[in-house]
């Protein structure tokens, strides 16, 4: 079975959606037939990717498609880009897109750049990320920067509308808008939601999955009542998530409410565990942790 993100990605300007500006400019290079070296940052699932990879596909190029998630040290810089960016092409350019590049190490970041300035001539760089950050000044400066936003709900319910007919399956609006109202913006985990709930040729929602929703409310609900930890983590246990990325940000909405005048420190802790989220394998135990320095100053 096909994963329908793979499917259905976008293979030209016209069928991306969203961030128009953008492929406005876009749409020149592609023109010009080459490219300046570009960073594409956003939250996740909103098409930093797609666009990367679009921009290569109509490109007469050779391309270097790395996961820097995966191979994200100075080997990776050594052995593959550099080998790549400094030999031979029979096409007009070589593109090498650095997917997750804010898992980068700074010091292969570092190295990046006498590489992105010596094989000016013939090979141009796109990077993606979620943490405009955690990249390093000096690539930044070195790339033109755009930040990729997400396609309103409306225009997510259409394209989810113009896949399930082209799959031949009934849409049902009210159940859709529940999964992108769950899992807004990260159109990828919208898709494949509504792709692993197909049930003879019918969307069918186990209410579970969406319970996620509600787990905001639910955390800050607990922290105004200073409920013991152990209560908490039954919540954070009973939503059934893995991924608590949205959590930060709704914690960080309500600080002001939540903690008064330590409303300082609280971004101060919100910060420090967002950042080493990214980093963990355990997601639950990161949360957990931050709710209880959390609870200290409500």
């Known amino acids: 079975m096909e994963l329908w993100v793979e499917k259905y990605r976008p293979q030209t300007l016209e069928e991306y959606v969203g961030n128009e500006i953008i492929k406005d400019k876009i749409a020149d290079y592609l023109k010009q037939g080459s490219i300046q070296n570009l960073l594409f940052h956003g939250v996740a699932g909103t098409g930093k990717t797609t666009l990367a990879k679009l921009i290569a596909k109509n490109l007469n190029c050779d391309l270097l498609y790395i996961n820097a998630s995966d191979e994200r040290g100075i080997d990776t810089i050594r052995d593959k880009i550099i080998p790549f960016a400094s030999s031979m092409s029979f096409n007009d350019v070589k593109i090498v897109i650095l997917d997750e590049a804010d898992y980068i190490t700074p010091q292969a970041q570092a190295t990046l750049r006498n590489t992105i300035e010596s094989c000016s001539k013939t090979t141009r760089f796109i990077f993606t990320c979620n943490y405009l950050e955690r990249i390093i000044s000096p690539l930044q400066s070195r790339c033109q920067t755009f930040e990729i936003t997400p396609p309103s709900k409306g225009d997510v319910l259409d394209t989810l509308k113009n ?56 955390v800050v609900d607990a922290l105004i009542r200073k409920a013991k930890l152990s209560e908490i983590r039954q919540i954070l246990a009973d939503s059934g998530s893995r991924e608590f990325d949205d959590l930060f940000k709704y914690i960080y909405d309500k600080s002001s409410t939540l903690f008064g005048d330590n ?29 209880n320095k959390l609870l200290k100053i409500c």
């Open 163 to 218: 896949i399930l007919a082209n799959e031949g399956i009934e849409a049902n609006e009210s159940i859709a808008m529940k999964v992108i109202d769950t899992h807004y913006p990260d159109i990828r985990k919208i898709i494949n939601t509504i792709q692993g709930s197909i049930v003879e040729g019918q969307i069918k929602i186990d209410d579970n999955s969406l319970k996620n929703s509600q787990l905001g409310g639910l």
């Open 263 to 291: 409303e300082g420190e609280a971004i101060l802790i919100i910060a420090k565990y967002q950042y080493e989220y990214t980093f963990v394998l355990e997601k639950e135990i990161c949360i957990a942790a931050m709710l």
